[in-house]
């Protein structure tokens, strides 16, 4: 069989199959539907230093091949997770990734510092959610605050960091360059892209939060075009998603240049989703007469 | 177990304006309880999400589901032109269900409206040892409907007293289902319901006011349906088990929930 | 009936709907569909100040709900258009608004000049096609730039000028409130969105020019969004546009806060889709009793 | 006049491996010619675009049109799950057509390789006068497939000598179109093609060497189909009406170009 083990900052993955942050809380729920060792890393819901209640409902609505969400991060907070739900996925033989979400950068250190105790493999830093008023991702839309937040991160980190950048940019390479220049291990991108839904009959808006983060297969073009110019500009590894629903779509990310991919929103169609894109990458490698999935990254420039 | 699975529509019809009743062969039958629904996937691709709808009846025997479902938008427009022998994409089984136990010896009052009224049938079933030894010690159902589309009323008669409200008053009371309930002097020891917000908002009340279980039936605007996504959370007095913010999972920890645990 | 007139910088139009540039040439295609009087007006294919060859083939490709273009805005040049495109959309009853582009501020300002001598009524300003080299999407992704286009423009045009803002930005009311401070008379957006496919069984970028402008409805919560943004941030009009398809797309833009609407890569798909949206406005203000339009621009706060 | 109807699947058929042909009744048949196309609409709504598939036959004291199609993608392969009696939404009728005119009195030969083969066939039936007077003098098609699976052989056999060229040797010639007309000592007063760029290159640069009028009929992406977008372009040798930038729109000044005119 072929290769599918990468690596990233030194940590080893089964395979490049991912989830993406917020659409499989920490594996439990879809734990009946996948076995969780057989995918590359499980990368949690994001946990912030203190429980955070969210947004007033409702927080999602339907689009046109994809959704809006507008949950606000709700999470029960870094020491119940530390408590909860690291030992639930430390029964499992997949790598975990948690991602870390804050309101001032003093918030991601403590989260950062708490989690560098623990037994998980990397910190992704949500510097990019478009659902919460402070923070997020007023961090995440401007190069130098990302090398700040990013240098500051990485000084206080025991764990290799993965910033996740938000596509709600004029140009994410400068973004993906300043994370880069300050050190973090690996990117990963896109974050949801905000949307707007009206519900034309109630004349209101269809999220209680106005906006929302956009997902889906929707993304997935502008996703896999960031995916290519960040990959062709910096030399820290890509974990891409945006849309993915298949093991194709997961390849044509490979294929822009990156190292892994998540699926996410696909997930609440097909919750089957990770396990069958970690089968199709096989049967694709297979197929190809393919030896390491090395050979598809970043393979069409 | 939950799992998505291809049922096979067994028959669709129209039974009130809108209102559809559609039996669909599927193994989540043999696991489904009143109360818990399932997230039916739209076949055109334009939307993707599963849209939950409650179970009306299960019948194990023959291993299939009953949905009866309003036509709103797209998603439930493309579901009433489903055909028998078409296949139909499943979620399942999803959420709690009602707690039959707890009527046990009691005078059990089901109240619902509109598009509520459905998953009373299926509660009425159990309750009323339909199908098995009876667990409430009576059983009376107010249901509450726009006109004189009282869809799955002859139906409900089978399992107990069946009072009827109506909007506009042409058949039975003219107001809601505690109006209904009042007017003819029914006094619950427990109440089941499912209906609209409103409706719900003065159960609890009610039942609050007047010291009885309430186990009332939440609807929210889903995506996942497995409580992976904290999209359809409910405010709730004491905290809750996932994020300790007081936020209960609709698909989950619901979709029902006792009256007083939750703030509507 | 319900009144559906609409006025943008003083040229009335007879009901809010228009068609997206580019996707509807200067009318003689759809002509054979619809009656182009019937619309608010034609908004034609870019016009350079000569004739541009455009982009290699591939050209098109389908991505989920939507497509990507490069075209590269292909054109007879502004001597031919005058001749031959004015005369013909004279013969209907209907506004018409000429897009403009060009490669540096001096061809904008030539094509602009000459217009200006023309029966046309209005010019759209294309700053944000994402597809050409030189100029397009480069002075409409700064404020600065296109405070300092819309400037040279406004001076020399005899006629109002309606900026078309790209949506690949941090933050478009920046750029919306340059145009409207230099004294744009109208905005439209969103233009397409860049995008990128790549196909893995030939491992290659499905059109010549690797990235695409997306258009379609999957991108209407991304222009809807903008949209509403921006009308709560300017006081001239916006003419909406991103993946309408049917009246109550339309009606969603106007509600978010544009003026008019436009419809685009959805006539490719319904190519009476105008002529059904115009139809359509009338129903839902029938229906709702609603006596003008103007009641739901920008109702949804 | 160009409209979007919607026409009815009458028979969809696999008749070669994931290659199909489907007769939908339309009243676009009526306005059909050999060598025009259709855009058909996918009925699941994840794609959008109508896809172009070119007419391979046309029977208008029917109302029909059939289309040939290889199943490549999505698209066509849910089109291949069409049923008898379903609805299919159809933009046409699309492009020029071949001009028939051009074969009077002259020896007609007809090159299609693989799915371009199938617009070959009311080509051939118009030429050789099969419905109406005949139009060529003689009518030779020469055909290349992959393999074995010459689809469409015998139909074609009806309305001229059948030449075949197959890829891998299996039927006639082993090679292409142009190797099996040289093989079997054919001379071309004319020549109309369909089928892959390498052959349609080949016998551009034949025809040119020959002094022998060639209509090719090419294939491109394409967004509207009608003529709107300008996705569909081909260089051409003189300045295009449109453009004036020597770009010529597959979808309506083609499908069929004189082989001479355009730069391929």
């Keep these: 069989m072929a290769n599918t083990a990468i ?102 250190l403590e989260v950062v510092e ?25 961090f995440g839309q401007c190069a130098d605050s990302v090398f700040d937040i990013t240098k500051k991160i990485k000084n206080v980190s025991k764990k290799p960091i993965i910033m996740k950048l938000s596509p709600n940019v004029t140009d994410i390479t400068e973004i993906a360059i300043a994370a880069e220049a300050a050190g973090s291990d690996a990117l990963s991108m896109i974050n949801t892209i905000t949307g707007m839904k009206i519900d034309i009959n109630r004349r209101t808006f269809a999220l209680a939060n106005k906006t929302g983060g956009m997902s889906g297969p929707a993304i997935k073009p502008i996703a896999v075009r960031m995916v290519y110019q960040c990959a062709n500009k910096v030399k820290i590894p890509i974990i891409g998603m945006g849309g993915i629903s298949c093991a194709e779509d997961a390849i044509e990310f490979m294929m822009a240049g990156a190292t892994a991919v998540a699926c996410g929103a696909m997930n609440f169609v097909n919750p089957y989703l990770t396990q069958e894109v970690v089968t199709g990458i096989e049967d694709y490698l297979r197929r190809n007469k393919i030896d390491d999935i090395h050979e598809i990254i970043g393979c069409v420039k | 177990m939950k799992r998505k699975v291809a049922g096979q ?52 025997s023959r291993s299939q589901l009953r949905l009866v479902y309003r036509v709103v938008g797209k998603g439930t427009g493309e579901l009433s032109h489903f055909k028998p022998g078409r296949r139909v994409m499943l979620l ?104 609209p917000m409103p409706m719900l908002r003065a159960i609890k009340t009610y039942s609050e006011e007047a010291a009885i279980d309430a186990y009332i039936s939440l609807e929210e605007r889903m995506a996942c349906g497995v409580g992976a996504c904290l999209g359809c959370v409910c405010k709730t007095k004491d905290i809750d088990k996932h994020s300790h913010v007081n936020n209960a999972r609709i698909c989950t920890d619901g979709p029902v929930f006792e009256a007083k645990e939750v703030m509507i």
């Design chain 2, 9 to 60: 529509v067994v028959i669709n019809e129209e039974i009130a304006p809108d209102i559809y009743s559609m039996w669909i062969e599927t193994d989540l039958a043999m696991d489904a309880k009143a109360g818990q629904f399932v997230g039916v996937f739209p076949a055109n691709q334009s939307t993707l999400l599963p849209r939950p709808i409650s179970i009306c009846e299960i019948d194990k």
């Design chain 1, 114 to 138: 708490k989690l560098s105790e623990t037994e998980v493999d990397m910190l992704e830093i949500n510097i990019s959610c478009p659902n919460v008023k402070e923070g997020a991702i007023a």
């Design chain 2, 92 to 195: 399942g089984v999803l959420g709690n269900g009602y707690p039959l136990d707890k009527a046990e010896g009691k005078h059990a009052v089901l109240m619902a409206g509109g598009i509520g009224v459905p998953p009373i049938l299926q509660l009425a079933k159990d309750l009323s040892g339909r199908d098995s030894a009876p667990i409430a010690k009576d059983v009376t159902i107010i249901v509450g409907y726009r006109d004189c589309n009282t869809f799955l009323k002859e139906e409900l008669e089978q399992y107990g007293r069946v009072i009827i409200a109506t909007d506009d008053g042409s058949v039975g009371t003219h107001g809601n289902v505690i109006d209904a309930m009042k007017e003819n002097g029914i006094q619950p020891e427990i109440i089941y319901a499912c209906g």
């Design chain 1, 7 to 108: 690596n990233i900052a030194g940590v080893e993955f089964k395979n490049p199959v991912m989830t993406a942050s917020g659409t499989f809380g920490s594996g439990m729920e879809y734990g009946e539907f996948v076995d969780l060792s057989n995918l590359g890393a499980v990368v949690t819901k994001g946990v912030a230093n203190v429980a955070w209640p969210g947004n007033p409902t409702p927080r999602v609505a339907e689009v046109y091949g994809g959704m809006l969400n507008a949950i606000g991060l709700q999470n029960p907070g870094v020491d119940v997770f530390i408590e909860r739900d690291i030992p639930f996925l430390k029964q499992f033989d997949t790598k975990i990734i948690v991602n870390v979400c804050g309101k001032s950068v003093e918030d991601y």
